[in-house]
């Protein structure tokens, strides 16, 4: 499947406006996010994959207990895309 091309500059910061919560760091859309306990952050990482595969776009991301950090970047665009911050989005509301 053809991937999205990379969005310029001035793309990436309109649509970062609407993701409160994440920034831009080395060219990956990135955000932090911490729970009660170990279990919680688990269980989103979980819903998390579950909504990544459905959209054939899987995240950078590591856990320590109750936090989670996701880098999100269309590595076969070489940059950031539409996808990842549809990604960013559906993360966002499941934080919500």
Known sequence: MPRPPTLSDAEVAQRLQALPG????GGRLHRDVQFRDFSEAFGFMARVALLAEKM?????WSNVYNRVTFELMTHDAGGLTTLDFDLAGKISALIR
Not at 22 to 25: E, G, I, L, M
Not at 56 to 60: A, E, L, S, V
């Open 22 to 25: 994440w920034t831009v760091a």
């Open 56 to 60: 054939d776009h899987h995240p950078d």
